[in-house]
């Protein structure tokens, strides 16, 4: 996988890069603790981790109710977070950073699980309601509007009967972790090709299922 720092620079870089709003903030969505580390809910933590991993961004400062790191990336400052407060109020930590950072709505890119997405597939957005996704809901709630990109990471329907709730709060089966690591790499690149290039081009880049040879 080609990595953030070694992509070509687009034409989106020559106008803005070192300039006004050449800040963008990357949230991950999920709880904080080591019982839900790995579970469904956790998917938006998880991505942010590979992106952290990606552009070697250590994340360990605690900013606005959030864990945060921040990196340089071809003139763009880049601002990763995972929210400290818990799915249901993490937009108290999304709108302390835009309000410290100064970084316009359209330059911030919330990434949470979705259930109604299968396994494998991701979605970009410009602006949306939250789909019952209480975290997305709270961030909508703080800033008094729907306006803001988003990128779903499905997770797919809990099988039979079982409540919503408890499946979220479920570890991925052993037979997803394959497919999780795809997704994760693929999440990656749809957040490059957000900061890099533009929510257009990563939405007609990277909205869909993974492709399996």
Do not use: C, W
Not at 163 to 184: H, I, N, R
């Amino acid at each position: 996988m080609q990595r953030l720092g070694e992509m070509v620079l687009p034409l989106r870089a020559h106008k803005d890069a070192g300039g006004e709003n050449s800040t963008f903030i990357v949230v991950g969505l999920g709880n904080p603790g080591r019982e839900y580390k790995d579970t469904r809910h956790n998917v938006g933590f998880m991505v942010i981790d590979s992106i952290s991993a990606d552009l070697d961004i250590k994340i360990s400062r605690v900013q606005s109710k959030a864990l945060v790191g921040q990196g340089l990336v071809q003139g763009y400052k880049v601002i990763l977070a995972k929210p400290q407060t818990y799915m249901n109020l993490s937009g108290q930590a999304v709108s302390g950073l835009l309000r410290f950072y100064k970084v316009p709505l359209d330059h911030l890119l919330v990434v949470h699980d979705d259930l109604d997405l299968p396994l494998g597939t991701l979605r970009m957005r410009p602006d949306g309601g939250s789909g019952g996704q209480k975290g997305l809901a709270s961030i909508i709630q703080q800033l008094g509007t729907q306006a803001f990109p988003r990128l779903r990471i499905g997770i797919g329907r809990p099988p039979g009967r079982m409540p919503a709730s408890d499946y979220v709060l479920q570890t991925f089966s052993s037979g997803d972790k394959e497919t999780l690591q795809a997704v994760l790499d693929r999440a990656v690149a749809a957040a490059n090709a957000f900061i890099l290039h533009d929510l257009n081009y990563a939405m007609n880049q990277f909205n869909g299922a993974l492709e399996h040879e």
